[in-house]
């Protein structure tokens, strides 16, 4: 088995509407909390790095499962959406939506198309940011896939 760590530093020297900073690896950002929380909206936040690290385990997840499937990609980009609510004063992160576009070469099959929808379902059940949240937050997937020169869908 193997166990991997990682560290993060995080410093807030201030109240509520301050501003503080983290560090971790290659992230190094200020926090704070955004202005739809009557916050500073200094750098980014614990909800947009909950989004952020639930899209980017997704996309990693789904592309390695592409590339073990040897299914060939024109593109892959996503748009995620985080939805927080907020009730009495009681913050909860309902949920995160992704709506992926796989882009494949224009010669895919029907076979290819249907690898695709099924690899972008895999990959939000294998991934271990899904796994971490589940139960506490609902993700919900919109998938699209389309061959290259296909218009993609409107959203």
Request: hydrophobic share 40%.
């Amino acid at each position: 088995m193997a166990e991997h760590r990682f560290h993060l530093h995080a410093s807030w020297p201030g109240l509520r509407n301050d501003i503080g900073e983290i560090e971790a690896g290659n992230l190094k950002t200020k926090v704070s909390i955004p202005p739809e929380m009557d916050g500073p909206g200094v750098g980014t936040n614990p909800d947009e790095m909950l989004l952020g690290a639930a899209a980017t385990c997704y996309i990693i997840t789904l592309a390695a499962m592409m590339e073990r499937s040897k299914l060939q990609k024109e593109n892959l980009t996503m748009e995620s959406e985080g939805i927080v609510d907020v009730t009495r004063g009681i913050i909860t992160y309902k949920k995160i939506i992704h709506r992926p576009l796989i882009v494949l070469n224009h010669d895919a099959t029907e076979k290819d198309i249907k690898l695709a929808h099924t690899l972008a379902k895999k990959a939000e059940t294998s991934c271990m940011i899904s796994r971490a949240v589940q139960g506490n937050v609902e993700i919900e997937l919109h998938p699209s896939v389309i061959k290259n020169g296909d218009s993609p869908p409107l959203r």
